[in-house]
C-alpha cells in the first residue's frame, strides 16, 4: 500500500495514518479468567480420553433465556469454582509446558547430531533474488536512459493550466470515459468528431496516452514473464531463455505469433515527484506525520464470480500471477532498493510546489501487508498450519494430531494465551537469531527441523531493501482484516451453525447443538437475509442475497459481513457470540481511542477462549475446528498500538475488466491508466470533476452547512390538505406555518442522500431500498427516526430501545417499536447525521421482540473525509409526482 507524507527539513520521517511510532504503551489490562460457565464446559476441562484418543464429548450451549432463538444454555457455575478450576489448570499447564520444553530441547538436540552425520543436500544460504535487490541500482534496473535521466532531473515548474485548449478538451473526455468505458469507446468518439469537424478537435487515442506520459513522467518498467504466467524473467532469471518451472520457451519462434507476454510495474517514485509538483499534492503529502512512507500490500484475488483465480494485486500498481511469487515482486523492491540508494542514501529530488524549489527525499518501507496465504511468500515464513504458523510470529505453537497429514491446528487450551501483550509482539532479535539458525543448517533434515522448530523456511524479500530507510521483519508484517474477519471468521461460524465441519468418525452430529442452520430452518434464514435487501440504503454497498443459494458460488465479503455482523446478532441472538460482534465492529472503524481498542482486545480473547471451551472441548477429533484465525483474532487489537487501524482498500480494479478473454493483461493495463489519471488529476485538479456529484440538478435548492434538497417536490395546496390532520396540526402550531413544500430528497454533509416517507411511499417499485430511516441528535442526544417532510424536517422517532435486549446482547442489537405518525418531532435538517437501515426482526423472534426494528449503521463512514465519496446526486427520483400550482 502507497502510503504519502510530506518533505520535511529536507528528510522524510517515518508515519502512519492514525498511529504515531513512539513505544508500544503499556500492555492491555487482560479479561478476568472467566471460563464458559456451563456444566459441559467443566466437563471438557476435567474429562479423560477415552480408548479411541477423543475426550468426554461435552456439548456447549447458550442462555435458556432465550429458547425460541435455538439451544439453550445450562446454569452458570459457581464463580468460586471456576476461579478454582481455573487456578488449578493454570498450575498443571506450567508444569506440563515446562517438561514439554525439556524433552523437545533434548530431541532437538539428538536429531540436529544426527542430521549432521548424514549427507543431505543443504538448502541455498541466501536467496540470490535478495542479493539482486542489495545491489540494486536504477542502472541495473530495467529502465531505459530517458527514465533514469528524469528521475534524477525531475522538471522544475508545472503550468496549472493546460494551454492547447483541444488537449484539455481530450484530456477531459478520456478521463470521463476512464474506466468506464473502453478503449474503443474512445476511438469511437474521435471518430465521431473526425467525420462531423467542429471547432473542438479530439487528439487520437495514440496522442492523449503519449501527452498522460509527458504530463506525468509515469510509464511502466516491463518485464518478459513466462507465457503460462509462471514466472517473471527477472533477478538470477534475467538471463534464462526458458521458463524455470515449466520450460516454456521465453521467445516465441514465429515472429508472426502473439507477442510473448510482459508484466508491467509503475515506479513509485514517478507518482511521489508528479504529487510533489502540484499545489494539491504538495499540501496533501503533509497528511501522514510530515514523512514520507511506502507499504505495500498483497492479495490474491477472484476476476470473475464463481471461478477462480491466480491473479495477485500487490498496492503499488502491480499484477502479479500467483505461481513463482518472488519473481514477480522483484521489480518492485528492487528499484524502490535502488531509489534508497541512489545519492550513498540520501535518496532522489523532486520539485516542490510549496516550497518552489527542489528538494531530496528518501522513501521509507514500512508495512507489508498480505492475506495469509499470500505472506506466506512475502515474509519467508512457513505456512499457516506449520507448528509456528502465526503471521505475526509470536511464540505460538499449533497442536498436533496423528493422521493430520502434517497440519497444526490453532487450539489454544493447554497453553496460556492470556500473557501479557508486549509478549504478542515479535521481536527482531529473536526473528534475527531463529533466520541465522535456519541459514546455517548443515542438511536437508536439519533444515527441515529448524524450520518446524522456528516457523521460518528463508528470509523475506524485504530483508534485501536498506535497513536504515526499512522497518525490518518482522515488524513489517500485519493482520490483514478483509480476510480475517469479512471472510474467515464468517466462514467459520456459519459452517459450524450448518453443520458442514468436518465430523470424524468418533464424534457425532447428534452431539452438536449449535447445528441450527439446517433444513428447513436454513431455507427460512436464507429467505429472511435476502429480504431484509430491501431495508438497506442503496449506499450501503451490496445487499446479502440468499446464502441457501449463492453463499458458494461467489458470496461477496461484504455479504458476509452483513450476514455475520449485521444481521445475525438478531436473527440468531443466543447463538452467535455477542463479544465477537462488539470486538470487530471497533476494530473496522478507521478512529478508534485506547479505550475502544482494549475493548476490543477483551471481548476477542473471552471469545476464542469460549470458542475452544463450547465447541472444540480439547477433543482430538474436534481439534480442526480451531483454524488460524482464531489465533489472528487475538493479535488484531494489540496491532492497533503499532501500525494503526487496519482498514484499507485495495479491491477496485476487478470491477473495471471489460476484456474476458485477456483479464490480466487487462488489469494490468487499467492499473497503469489509474495511475496516470489520478497523477494528472491531482497536477491539473480542473481535470478532476463528477458531474454525477458536484453539479445539482434542476430545481435542487441548497439549503447550507452541505445540506440539499433534492427532488421529488410538491407543494400544490391540495397536496398540503391530503397531508396527514395531526402533521399540519404539529406544523401550524410549533413552527407557525399553514403551507409547506414537501421534498422527497436531501443530500447531507456526508454524502448521503436521506429520502422522505413522503418519496418513498408513492415509489412503485416492488423491492425497492428504504433510506428514509436518519440518526438525529434532539437535546443532544442521538436518536433514531424516520423522516417524513425549508430547512425544517418532521421526524417519527422510534420508540426507546429495548434496554433489556441491548444489555443481554454486550450493546449489539439496538432494537425498536415504531409507529407512523407517532412521536413527531420537528427538527433542523442540520440535527440529520447519517441515513442507516432499520430491519426487521425475523420471523422466529419471541412474540415480544415481534414488532420491532433493529438499527444497522453503515461501517466505514470516516472515510468520507479521507475519498470525498458522495451518492450520485442524478437518479430515478429528479421528476415530481405532480406539477406545482403556477401560484
Known amino acids: 500500500m502507497l502510503m504519502l507524507g510530506s518533505v520535511q527539513d529536507d528528510t522524510l520521517g517515518l508515519g502512519i495514518r492514525g498511529a504515531s511510532l513512539s513505544p508500544v504503551p503499556a500492555p492491555l489490562p487482560i479479561p478476568p479468567v472467566s471460563p464458559p460457565d456451563d456444566d459441559s464446559a467443566r466437563a471438557a476441562r476435567d474429562g479423560q480420553s477415552d480408548s479411541s484418543g477423543v475426550e468426554k464429548d461435552a456439548a456447549g450451549s447458550r442462555s435458556e433465556s432465550n429458547e425460541e432463538y435455538g439451544p439453550t444454555m445450562e446454569e452458570p457455575m459457581a464463580q468460586k469454582e471456576i476461579a478454582h478450576q481455573a487456578a488449578r489448570f493454570l498450575e498443571l499447564e506450567e508444569q506440563h509446558q515446562r517438561e514439554l520444553a525439556t524433552q523437545k530441547a533434548a530431541q532437538q538436540a539428538a536429531m540436529d547430531d544426527a542430521a549432521a552425520s548424514q549427507h543431505d543436500q543443504p538448502p541455498p544460504v541466501m536467496d540470490p533474488f535478495i542479493e539482486a535487490i542489495q545491489s540494486a541500482t536504477l542502472e541495473n534496473g530495467n529502465l531505459s536512459l530517458k527514465d533514469i535521466e528524469r528521475i534524477r532531473s525531475p522538471p522544475e515548474q508545472l503550468s496549472e493550466d493546460i494551454e492547447d485548449d483541444d488537449a484539455q478538451y481530450s484530456l477531459d473526455l478520456y478521463l470521463s470515459m476512464s474506466p468506464k468505458a473502453s478503449d474503443a469507446a474512445y476511438n469511437a468518439a474521435w471518430d465521431v468528431n473526425y467525420q462531423h469537424p467542429s471547432p473542438r478537435k479530439i487528439l487520437s487515442l495514440h496522442s492523449i496516452k503519449k501527452l498522460l506520459v509527458e504530463l506525468t513522467g509515469i510509464t511502466a518498467i516491463r518485464d518478459d514473464m513466462c507465457p503460462d504466467s509462471c514466472a517473471a524473467y527477472t533477478g538470477p532469471y534475467a538471463e534464462l531463455h526458458t521458463c524455470p518451472l515449466c520450460t ?54 477472484t476476476l470473475y464470480r464463481n471461478k477462480q483465480s491466480d491473479t495477485w494485486i500487490a498496492v503499488w500498481i502491480h499484477i502479479l500471477p500467483a505461481l513463482n511469487i518472488d519473481s514477480f515482486m522483484f521489480r518492485s523492491l528492487h528499484h524502490l532498493s535502488a531509489l534508497q540508494r541512489e545519492n550513498n542514501g540520501k535518496g532522489i529530488r523532486a520539485w516542490d510546489y510549496m516550497k518552489r524549489s527542489l528538494i531530496w527525499f528518501r522513501i521509507f518501507f514500512l508495512l507489508a501487508m498480505a492475506d495469509v496465504i499470500a505472506l506466506c511468500e512475502l515474509d519467508g515464513r512457513a505456512g499457516h498450519h506449520a507448528a509456528r504458523g502465526c503471521r505475526l510470529g509470536c511464540p505460538f505453537h499449533g497442536r498436533y494430531r496423528e493422521g493430520s497429514g502434517g497440519h497444526y491446528f490453532s487450539a489454544h487450551l493447554y497453553f496460556n494465551f492470556r500473557a501479557p501483550m508486549e509478549n504478542l509482539y515479535a521481536s527482531k532479535e529473536v526473528y534475527d537469531a531463529d533466520l541465522k539458525s535456519v541459514l546455517a543448517s548443515t542438511s536437508q533434515t536439519q533444515y527441515e527441523n529448524r524450520r518446524k522448530a522456528t516457523g521460518i523456511s528463508r528470509p523475506s524479500l524485504v530483508s534485501g531493501l536498506l535497513p536504515a530507510q526499512t522497518l525490518p521483519p518482522p515488524k513489517c508484517f500485519s493482520v490483514d482484516l478483509m480476510h480475517l474477519l469479512y471472510l474467515n471468521v464468517a466462514d467459520l461460524m456459519i459452517s459450524l451453525f450448518r453443520g ?30 435476502e429480504e431484509s435487501g430491501q431495508y438497506y440504503p442503496s449506499h450501503f454497498h451490496r445487499p446479502p442475497r440468499d446464502p441457501c443459494e449463492k453463499i458458494s458460488s461467489g458470496y461477496k465479503a461484504t455479504e458476509f459481513y452483513k450476514v455475520l455482523i449485521d444481521l445475525m446478532p438478531a436473527y440468531l441472538y443466543g447463538l452467535l457470540d455477542e463479544k465477537l460482534v462488539h470486538g470487530v465492529r471497533i476494530l473496522v472503524q478507521r478512529k478508534i481511542t485506547y479505550e475502544q481498542a482494549v475493548e476490543a482486545y477483551q471481548h476477542l480473547v473471552l471469545f476464542v477462549e469460549e470458542f475452544e471451551y463450547l465447541y472444540y472441548q480439547r477433543r482430538l477429533d474436534r481439534m480442526h475446528f480451531c483454524r488460524p484465525c482464531l489465533h489472528t483474532l487475538i493479535h488484531a487489537s494489540p496491532e492497533i ?45 480542473q481535470l478532476d470533476h463528477n458531474p454525477d456529484t458536484t453539479k445539482l440538478p434542476k430545481f435542487a435548492e441548497d439549503v447550507g452547512n452541505g445540506y440539499v434538497f433534492l427532488r421529488p417536490r410538491q407543494y400544490k395546496l391540495s397536496a398540503w390538505k391530503e397531508t396527514d390532520d395531526s402533521i399540519r396540526e404539529m406544523i401550524e402550531q410549533e413552527v407557525n406555518m399553514v403551507r409547506v413544500a414537501k421534498w422527497g430528497c436531501m443530500r447531507l454533509p456526508n454524502g448521503q442522500i436521506c429520502r422522505s416517507y413522503y ?75 447519517a441515513v442507516i437501515s432499520m430491519q426487521p426482526m425475523p420471523p422466529w423472534a419471541p412474540e415480544e421482540l415481534s414488532d420491532h426494528w433493529f ?33
Not at 520457451?249 to 502540484?278: D, G
Not at 457425532?508 to 430452518?521: D, F
Open 759 to 833: 418519496c418513498e411511499s408513492n415509489r412503485k417499485r416492488k423491492h425497492q431500498c428504504v433510506s428514509r430511516n436518519v440518526l438525529v441528535t434532539i437535546d443532544g442526544c442521538e436518536d433514531y427516526g424516520e423522516v417524513h417532510l425549508e430547512p425544517k424536517a418532521i421526524i417519527s422517532l422510534y420508540d426507546p430501545r429495548n434496554e433489556e435486549l441491548y444489555e443481554h446482547s454486550r450493546n449489539t442489537v439496538s432494537a425498536c417499536e415504531f409507529e407512523h405518525y407517532s412521536n413527531l418531532h420537528i427538527v433542523d435538517v442540520t440535527a440529520i447525521k
Open 855 to 887: 438499527v444497522v449503521e453503515k461501517s466505514g463512514l470516516e472515510d468520507v473525509e479521507i475519498t470525498g465519496w458522495q451518492e450520485p446526486l442524478v437518479g430515478g427520483d429528479q421528476d415530481d409526482y405532480e406539477e406545482a400550482d403556477a401560484s
Open 641 to 685: 498500538f503499532r501500525v494503526g487501524p487496519g482498514v484499507y482498500g485495495n479491491q477496485q480494479f476487478g470491477g473495471e475488466l471489460r476484456q474476458p478473454g485477456t483479464p490480466f493483461a487487462n488489469l494490468m493495463e487499467i492499473a497503469i491508466r489509474r495511475s496516470q489519471s489520478n497523477a494528472v488529476k491531482v497536477m491539473h485538479p
Open 248 to 301: 516454456t520457451n521465453r521467445y516465441c519462434p514465429n515472429p508472426n505469433s502473439r507477442k510473448k507476454k510482459k508484466v508491467p510495474k509503475v515506479p513509485q517514485q514517478q507518482m511521489l515527484q508528479a504529487l510533489c509538483r502540484s499545489k494539491q499534492g504538495s499540501k496533501a503529502i503533509l497528511d501522514i506525520l510530515s514523512g514520507k512512507d511506502a507499504g505495500m500490500t498483497e492479495d490474491n484475488i
Open 500 to 529: 458442514e465441519m468436518r465430523c470424524e468418525p468418533t464424534d457425532q452430529k447428534a452431539s452438536w447443538p449449535w447445528m441450527v442452520l439446517i433444513g428447513n430452518i436454513w431455507t427460512m434464514f436464507g429467505k429472511a437475509v
